[in-house]
């Protein structure tokens, strides 16, 4: 099992459920995910969608090894979705989306934000964007939805530094809606999931839809131009070094790359 799935008072929680590999997505997860927003939308039962990993991470991101699978075997089986496959489905999702930050997140476990309607993060999470030192492009319309969010500056060090960014320093941002202490986190996020699944489900459905329905031609520019970039360095020096790297278990060296990488 990838995803566990549980309904409450007209709120659907699904939590990721790889905590060995950090809750890191994989083609099966990105599948179950996706399936699972489909069918909250498709349901008439459900306001209101939780997101939260299991474990001490959020989500460790997209899983490198299987990454690298992809990257050097032209035989990989895709997922039916995948992660376009995901990106469609939060980018899509009428209801309120809540995630609640329990521990580590990068990559998507980042950029997932960028789709979220209030996001909570535990005092002990940490977010980081990885694209540079994986020597690859930004996704999920990160270029376009974190500079909404946190501003141009804010945006920028997140999307080129891969540096981690702490709780606060989220909240300060505008990341996230609310800090809460670990044990205090699902609690929070679950207390305003419930608030809100309280209301007329056409009402909460027309609030986003005003709300979402002017950005969705920019989302969905930004995040062509992302795969555009994401396909020219994946595969590169410079991301291949990167996955090296990982898979040996050490820092990647990039000063050794060809000139411009």
Same mark, same amino acid.
């Given at each position: 099992?990838?995803?566990?799935?549980?309904?409450?008072?007209r709120v659907?929680?699904?939590?990721?459920?790889?905590? #060995?590999a =950090?809750?890191? @997505?994989?083609?099966? /997860?990105?599948? !179950?995910?996706?399936?699972?927003? &489909?069918?909250?939308?498709?349901?008439?039962?459900?306001?209101?969608?939780l997101?939260t990993g299991?474990?001490?991470?959020?989500?460790?991101?997209?899983?490198?090894?299987?990454?690298?699978?992809?990257?050097?075997?032209?035989d990989?089986?895709?997922?039916?979705?995948?992660?376009?496959?995901?990106? #469609?489905? =939060?980018?899509? @999702?009428?209801?309120p /989306?809540v995630? !609640?930050?329990?521990?580590?997140? &990068?990559?998507?476990?980042?950029t997932?934000?960028?789709?979220?309607?209030?996001?909570?993060?535990?005092?002990?999470?940490?977010?980081?964007?990885?694209?540079?030192?994986?020597?690859v492009?930004?996704?999920?319309?990160?270029?376009?939805?974190?500079?909404l969010?946190?501003?141009?500056?804010n945006?920028?060090?997140?999307?080129?530094?891969?540096?981690?960014i702490t709780?606060?320093?989220?909240r300060?941002?505008?990341?996230?809606?609310a800090?809460?202490?670990?044990?205090q986190?699902?609690d929070d996020a679950?207390?305003?999931?419930?608030?809100l699944?309280?209301k007329?489900?056409?009402?909460?459905?027309?609030?986003?839809?005003?709300?979402?329905?002017p950005?969705?031609?920019?989302?969905?520019?930004?995040?062509g131009?992302?795969n555009?970039?994401?396909?020219?360095?994946?595969?590169?020096p410079?991301?291949?070094?990167?996955?090296?790297?990982?898979?040996?278990?050490?820092?990647?060296?990039?000063?050794?790359?060809?000139?411009?990488w």
């Amino acid at each position: 099992m990838t995803l566990q799935i549980d309904d409450a008072d007209r709120v659907r929680t699904l939590v990721l459920d790889r905590p #060995d590999a =950090l809750n890191a @997505f994989n083609e099966a /997860l990105y599948d !179950a995910l996706a399936e699972a927003l &489909l069918a909250a939308a498709a349901d008439d039962d459900v306001a209101v969608v939780l997101l939260t990993g299991s474990g001490r991470a959020f989500s460790a991101g997209t899983d490198l090894l299987e990454m690298h699978q992809i990257a050097t075997d032209p035989d990989f089986v895709r997922g039916a979705h995948g992660f376009p496959g995901l990106i #469609d489905a =939060l980018a899509r @999702f009428p209801k309120p /989306l809540v995630v !609640a930050i329990n521990g580590l997140g &990068l990559g998507i476990g980042t950029t997932i934000i960028g789709f979220a309607d209030l996001a909570f993060m535990s005092t002990s999470a940490r977010l980081k964007c990885p694209f540079t030192s994986l020597g690859v492009a930004p996704e999920a319309a990160s270029s376009y939805l974190m500079p909404l969010l946190v501003g141009h500056q804010n945006a920028a060090w997140m999307l080129m530094s891969s540096e981690w960014i702490t709780a606060d320093q989220a909240r300060a941002m505008g990341l996230v809606f609310a800090v809460s202490e670990p044990d205090q986190l699902l609690d929070d996020a679950r207390s305003h999931a419930a608030r809100l699944a309280a209301k007329p489900i056409s009402s909460l459905v027309a609030v986003k839809r005003t709300m979402t329905e002017p950005r969705r031609e920019a989302i969905e520019a930004a995040r062509g131009r992302e795969n555009a970039a994401f396909a020219e360095l994946m595969g590169g020096p410079a991301n291949l070094e990167a996955l090296a790297a990982f898979a040996e278990g050490r820092e990647a060296d990039f000063t050794s790359l060809p000139r411009g990488w």
